[in-house]
């Protein structure tokens, strides 16, 4: 074949000449004189009109072989035609069938159980709802690093196998030859603050691990996380940062994936409205706050989900919670100077119930009060000898934060589970595929 | 202080104000005059001077207490100075101990064991050769996530805990609930291979491991890979890719980062002469140079390391050898048409002797071929289920590559150990920091 190939989403530069098109088949529909293919590519949707008495007898012949999943080169005129998805449709000149797709194909124009979809998650990832989903993921990532990129911070990749260290339980264990145990990271954090010693303001961008039995909507223990972390940084620039980044991503989502916003059908007019500044709430105020709203919530306890809940029902932008008491939160966490009892940190809350998306906090700077917590959360000191030493050489104020993709990409999205926010999601009873 | 704080890198546009700049003290020097510290903060390095009879008596005493890694905060006006590293320097009029720093500072200004420096690599990482290399692995990495986001690409983060697929050979595995084991991923390309199929093209970015005793210069147990996947590309168009990729990252480094590239030292004029198209030898051509060149290799040989190098010695480009024999090869490789002895594949070779880059191939896309090399191999049939599926229903062409990120850093930085390209590097006996 002479005519070029295209990419549907390439197709309104294509308008009014012969283009081929290599994709799978979603949808078909036949009238007997007049049919129907519905394309995908990956890039978009493309439908495909064949008329019998307008093409050769093998071409029509051709359509009857298709099923759900065929793999085909539809060769054609571009034409415009508001009543199509895209906008655009083809008229076909010629098919050519490339890869057979038998009639057991599993997803079914249908509804089906999530654990049979997650059965087939290398199938279901083909489904519309499933594409833009991804899509927004990526533009989501590209967001951040374009972020971080303009304003110089440094992207540092940090360990996944270490030595025993950050938050202890639930940690992945692995032989690291004869150097005993390796543990997945759970966080880049404590790395990221070394960096930061080095590179002034950098962020870390990978999976970290949690081997915890959980089964909510809300956790996986395989994510994704952002992780910056910025030398003179105080807790209220951190804040500034992190709604700075928030906005950014909703901003860019909003502006580049309109068409992947409305196959998820999401509310737009809600992420409309994330702009920042957002709320900065004290724990305090917040524990008083759930207490008029009937909680039983008492000062010194952590925020559980139904408390998150009742929280963001007063905004419709994401929250700031601040300074948590010290015993609910990590040892490295800044003792707060105006009350010692809590720590200069926050969590993000996203509106529309979705929750936590970040926690961030002060890094504590001090020596000796740093190395009094770790005794007093009976972590082994020996490990932590290399992370004391950022307080020992040339101590700085220093703040960070880390950032969820999956639970983002769900809130951005409107899915309640993050289980397909990820390509191949883990949970405590899924490995595969 | 009601002086802006500036970075070193935003001083020229500060020239003339007084600023506030926050770092580490690298080298400090004192006539009883005058005295200078040189600073580093991350994205720069600035010379202060502070001359005794222009200054509070106090101020002058401050810069005795100082001592290497100090974390200060210096104010004064910066000025235009040919001399001074950077071009600027800075004429103090205010200097505050932020963080002091013993003067046990385990880095010194001399010559340190590789093994110790390893031992320190927290604080290693500031020294101004790590921070460059550091550096330019991030622009490396913002150019590969422009170049496919340019191209309409999609990022797909594909899983590291994987039930036992890929390469088979040198696993770490772990415990997974009720699951059996885990294992980390060697490579994400069979989950590429899923999403290519959903998304059209694709490309991964993410850390692989390989649990293997080698402690050779190009090894890591953790290693960082970007491996992208393309629907309806042959192996011609993945070598055309492949080039593209490998040419826009060198030239976006030579354009952005020339001063990095020149603390490191680095030959440019070698990385001027990265363009595409690379040449395109045949693997069974390369066997009869190397024999003319007096190695001893064999058809059906793999490519030893100093067959490569007897190989790109008469280039100064980068070279793809194409098309090794089956055996040679991975199991999901196409059956080369013209010589079924043959795999559709190639590696990409690095110039100035830092060897392979990239391995990359067509993938077999006939369901009983690929299910027969799959038995040939005796690999676990059941746990490929899933990814004889994207041949079952619309198998389709494709290709696909991996690049391995710190060879590329090593090689463009002029670096001959991968290990100073990834900031906390894991090897068979190195798991700390």
Chains 1, 2 share one sequence.
Not at 208 to 217: D, G, H, N, P, V
Not at 309 to 314: C, F, G, T
Request: aromatic letters at 10%; one cysteine or more.
């Amino acid at each position: 074949m002479s005519t070029p190939n295209a990419l549907i989403s390439s197709l309104p530069q294509h308008v009014g000449s012969p283009v081929t098109v290599r994709g799978w088949v979603t949808h078909l529909r036949s009238s007997g004189k007049i049919a129907f293919i519905v394309l995908r590519d990956g890039t978009g949707i493309l439908q495909c009109v064949l008329v019998k008495n307008q093409l050769p007898a093998e071409v029509w012949a051709g359509f009857a072989e298709l099923t759900q999943e065929s793999c085909v080169a539809v060769t054609g005129e571009v034409r415009a035609e508001a009543r199509a998805p895209g906008g655009h449709e083809m008229g076909v000149t010629g098919l050519e069938l490339l890869g057979a797709s038998p009639v057991d194909y599993p997803i079914q124009p249908k509804e089906h159980g999530v654990d049979f979809l997650l059965d087939q998650r290398h199938l279901w990832l083909r489904a519309p709802r499933q594409v833009a989903i991804l899509r927004i993921r990526h533009e989501i990532e590209q967001a951040i690093h374009d972020f971080f990129y303009e304003r110089e911070f440094v992207h540092v990749d940090t360990p996944i196998l270490t030595a025993a260290i950050g938050e202890r339980s639930g940690l992945f264990s692995t032989e690291y030859f004869d150097q005993g145990n390796a543990y997945l990271a759970q966080t880049g954090q404590l790395y990221g603050e070394a960096a930061a010693a080095a590179l002034g303001r950098i962020y870390t961008f990978g999976p970290t691990f949690r081997a915890e039995k959980s089964k909510t909507r809300r956790h996986l223990t395989e994510f994704w996380m952002i992780e910056p972390e910025m030398a003179f940084y105080d807790t209220h620039d951190n804040m500034r940062l992190q709604e700075d980044l928030v906005s950014h991503i909703v901003r860019r989502v909003l502006d580049r994936r309109p068409s992947e916003l409305a196959e998820l059908e999401r509310d737009v007019s809600m992420l409309e409205k994330v702009v920042a500044p957002f709320p900065r709430i004290d724990y305090g105020d917040a524990v008083i706050t759930l207490q008029g709203k009937g909680s039983a919530i008492q000062w010194g306890d952590d925020l559980g989900a139904e408390d998150e809940s009742l929280l963001v029902a007063d905004y419709h932008s994401p929250i700031f919670i601040c300074n948590y008491p010290k015993e609910a939160k990590a040892f490295y966490m800044k003792e707060n100077p105006d009350d010692p009892r809590t720590v200069l940190c926050n969590d993000c809350l996203a509106p529309e119930g979705y929750g936590e998306i970040i926690g961030g906090s002060q890094r504590e700077d001090d020596h000796d009060k740093l190395l009094q917590r770790i005794h007093e959360e009976k972590l082994p000191v020996d490990a932590y000898g290399w992370y004391l030493d950022q307080r020992k050489y040339g101590t700085f104020v220093h703040s960070g934060f880390g950032i969820g993709l999956e639970r983002t990409v769900a809130w951005i999205c409107g899915t309640p589970h993050i289980r397909e926010c990820i390509p191949f999601p883990r949970m405590m009873h899924r490995l595969y595929p």
